[in-house]
T-cell receptor, first 112, second 117 residues
Framework: DGGITQSPKYLFRKEGQNVTLSCEQN?????MYWYRQDPGQGLRLIYY???????QKGDIAEGYSVSREKKESFPLTVTSAQKNPTAFYLC???????????FGPGTRLTVT | AQKVTQAQTEISVVEKEDVTLDCVYE???????LFWYKQPPSGELVFLIR??????QNEISGRYSWNFQKSTSSFNFTITASQVVDSAVYFC??????????????FGSGTRLQVQP
């Protein structure tokens, strides 16, 4: 089945630890995106990548890092520098910036 | 600058009622794209529709319909004869062609729709 997978669904970490969220797609899409969603709010863009080995900061990139070594994979690292990392993280992919995006099931990160 | 406003935070209706979700957008560009997504309680966003700025024709898909009006910068979404399964958060979003600079979606804050049986 074609789609986007994110793992794990729930993640718990202690404050001060870096954590990496996985995102894989088999839709052969060039573009991939990471969004953050806080309770009762919309989605805010963290990072996006239009092609392999290239990525751009979104609106709230501070405290996060990404890599795009393969077309299918776009992992997100939440570093200890992110002041309020507890949130729901959504990964998406799409054919290009002006087209629809397809979303994964999300990872709910809790940092205590 | 681009912005999407969904002024209705939460709407509650009874099953079989019709309901309209409002979306107002701001952009300086003449070419842009509008979207609606549905986020059920499971959390995964589901794509519903994409519309480009040169196509103002209204669209109907089953019980769903969309009304795009450039004159009022609105892209409203109507669900006819609502059902409990329509309960979700609905997001309106905006983007532009790559040459306009911004390469990702700008989302509204969402409207939570609750359909009571």
């Amino acid at each position: 089945d074609g789609g986007i997978t994110q793992s794990p669904k729930y993640l718990f970490r202690k404050e001060g630890q870096n954590v990496t969220l996985s995102c894989e797609q088999n839709l052969n899409h060039d573009a991939m995106y990471w969004y953050r969603q806080d309770p009762g709010q919309g989605l805010r863009l963290i990072y996006y990548s239009q092609i392999v080995n290239d990525f751009q900061k979104g609106d709230i990139a501070e405290g996060y890092s990404v890599s795009r070594e393969k077309k299918e994979s776009f992992p997100l690292t939440v570093t200890s520098a992110q002041k309020n990392p507890t949130a729901f993280y959504l990964c998406a992919s799409g054919p290009g910036p002006q087209y629809e995006q397809y979303f994964g099931p999300g990872t709910r990160l809790t940092v205590t | 600058a681009q912005k999407v406003t969904q002024a209705q935070t939460e709407i509650s209706v009874v099953e079989k009622e019709d309901v309209t979700l409002d979306c107002v957008y701001e952009t300086r560009d003449t070419t842009y794209y509008l979207f609606w997504y549905k986020q059920p309680p499971s959390g995964e966003l589901v794509f519903l529709i994409r519309r480009n700025s040169f196509d103002e024709q209204n669209e109907i898909s089953g019980r769903y319909s969309w009304n795009f009006q450039k004159s009022t910068s609105s892209f409203n979404f109507t669900i006819t004869a609502s059902q409990v399964v329509d309960s979700a958060v609905y997001f309106c979003a905006l983007t532009h062609p790559p040459q306009a600079g911004r390469r990702a979606l700008t989302f509204g804050s969402g409207t939570r729709l609750q359909v009571q049986p």
